[in-house]
């Protein structure tokens, strides 16, 4: 499955190894488990943390291992051939809230949270959704006051990845609603502040084992310190996160297309029908050559977007064609590998069950596919010129 392109790099390749070596040993053994408990142990992310998967692009100052986006994407879709369901706390924690402490954090900010997040000691998650905002996400409600020396937080956020066991929260709040997304500001949010609690957990069709909950804050003092970046500025910081957070989905959706495709391919080699097994009829043979072509140009936009992240060059469009290319790829690869395993495809003691439940919050989370088309339609005509 090595594919040396121009985007890869030897540090990244050593990443993709160590992150195999790790899914294949910790991730894939347990990953029908922890769906079928719909939790995983905080302690898995602390034994990613020793091989450095969650500070992969800190710079080592903070504990993270310095590595670019091109070795990060290649080592997220290892983990999510293991279990998507890990990999999303994985990719949620380092792409859509670390590196935003990187990039706009305060000095004070990058040392109170980066080594500790490297190590797993605490976790992060990022919360931007309500459940009257979703896809328009600058109609945001949760209200901030600023009361001086603080904060006053009120408000319900939605679909928060990692919440039940996380210990800040990249939130964002309205602190002047008048400006709609434009009054959007960005809070890193410890948990445990009076007035801030956690709804029940959602009960999902797939990464079942990923622990999504509401946040509720009523009248929650939350410290001036808090602030990440410019008041009011939060919506714009949001969304370079989301382009970050969407080639992490991508590498996701390559990671559990690849794991779907590889049963396939096993099964259909084993499986014998009218006297030979089925991967000499050519009904299959055209569905597995399909299934590998699309994965492989998946991957080979994922790495695109992953070079031009790490090389600092703007990639929305190239993040949302990944993501948007990826997650319609990985639905329709695991329909495949269902179709191939036929009965056996349909019953939980066959993994393509659940690689087909995991695929299809690819298409929904970090932007819908209509959000991505929307996306990739208005970058390629303000890039047309007039
Ligand atoms: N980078 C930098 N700036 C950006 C930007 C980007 N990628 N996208 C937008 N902006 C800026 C714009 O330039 C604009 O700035 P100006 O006002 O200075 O011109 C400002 O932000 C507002 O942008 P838009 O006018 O495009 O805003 P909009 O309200 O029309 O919304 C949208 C655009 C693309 C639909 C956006 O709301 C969106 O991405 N929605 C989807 C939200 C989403 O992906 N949610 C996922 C939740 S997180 C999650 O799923 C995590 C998890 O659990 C795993």
Not at 96 to 112: A, H, N, P, Y
Not at 308 to 318: A, D, I, P, Y
């Amino acid at each position: 499955m090595t594919i040396a392109t121009h985007e890869t790099n030897e540090a990244a390749e050593m990443a993709r190894d160590s992150a195999r070596d790790f899914a294949e040993k910790r991730l894939r053994p347990t990953a029908q488990e922890f769906d079928e408990h719909e939790a995983i142990p905080k302690s898995l992310y602390q034994e990613a943390a020793e091989l450095g998967f969650m500070g992969m692009m800190f710079p080592e100052e903070f504990g993270g291992l310095g590595l670019d986006y091109t070795a990060y994407a290649m080592a997220m879709e290892e983990l999510a051939r293991g279990n998507a369901a890990f990999q999303v706390g994985v990719t949620v924690h380092n792409s859509l809230v670390c590196s935003g402490i990187i990039k706009f954090g305060t000095d004070e900010q990058k040392r109170r949270y980066l080594p500790k997040a490297a190590k797993a000691e605490w976790i992060g998650a990022y919360s931007l959704s309500e459940p009257g905002s979703g896809t328009d996400a600058g109609s945001l409600k949760t209200r901030a006051e600023d009361k001086g020396d603080h904060y006053l937080v009120n408000g319900t956020k939605a679909w928060v990845t990692n919440a039940g066991f996380a210990d800040f929260f990249l939130t964002f709040v309205s602190t002047s609603p008048e400006l709609k997304n434009k009054g959007i500001t960005a809070l890193l949010i410890d948990k445990g502040l009076p007035g801030f609690t956690l709804g029940k957990k959602e009960m999902k069709l797939g990464i079942k084992a990923s622990d999504t909950r509401e946040l509720i804050f009523q009248n929650c003092k939350v410290p001036k310190s808090a602030l990440l970046g410019k008041v009011n500025e939060g919506f714009k910081i949001a969304m370079m996160q989301l382009d970050n957070g969407r080639i992490s989905i991508a590498s996701q959706a390559v990671g559990i297309a690849q794991a779907a495709f590889e049963e396939a391919v096993k099964y259909a080699k084993q499986r014998q029908q009218f006297g030979k097994a089925i991967a000499e009829f050519q009904l299959t043979q055209a569905k597995l050559a399909q299934m590998a072509m699309n994965i492989d140009a998946a991957r080979l936009l994922t790495y695109r977007a992953a070079g031009l992240m790490s090389r600092g060059v703007k990639c929305t469009k190239e993040a949302s064609m990944a993501k948007l290319f990826a997650s319609q790829m990985c639905n329709k690869v695991c329909f495949d590998a269902v179709q191939i395993h036929g009965g056996n495809g349909y019953v939980r003691e066959f993994p393509v069950e659940r690689y087909f439940r995991d695929a299809r919050i690819t298409e929904i989370y970090e932007g819908t596919t209509e959000v991505q088309h929307l996306i990739i339609a208005r970058e390629v005509l303000a890039q047309s010129g007039s």
